[in-house]
């Protein structure tokens, strides 16, 4: 009878230590990858706008439907160019590993590590922005 209540202690003992030691090792995935997460750069770069050293390459309309997302399409020709949107625009910028929502009003943004660029409207109406794509000169 005494042998059956020491192996339960036995065995209770050694699934806390388990559960002690999987908890820990997530516990410390979670700050590693959080780390990660807040170390790693920027998707963009924002500049100010600056009319003389800048060059207008491109200028594109898009028509966003209420509580929707849509890409801005960066080819091969777009994808090193900076762009500058009509009025203030909701933007998240992601890539595989990272994904950042920004809003820009009047700046120059451009796409790092071949993230995509993401338009987001919040409202309940369409909303119509024009993209212009800069180059500099």
Known sequence: MMENITDFSKIRKTMVN???IIFGLIF???FILLGLYYLTPNNYLLIK???DKLKLENTIEYIIKPYSSLS???DNTNSDKYL???E???LIVKNSFKSQSIVVNGEL???KFNSEIFIINNSHVDKKIIVQFYSMI
Do not use: A, G, M, R
Request: hydrophobic share 50%; net charge positive.
């Open 84 to 86: 500058k949107f009509s």
């Open 72 to 74: 801005v399409e960066l």
């Open 28 to 30: 410390i995935l979670i």
């Open 88 to 90: 203030q625009t909701n």
């Open 49 to 51: 706008w600056k009319e």
């Open 18 to 20: 388990y559960v002690v």
């Open 109 to 111: 943004i451009k796409s």
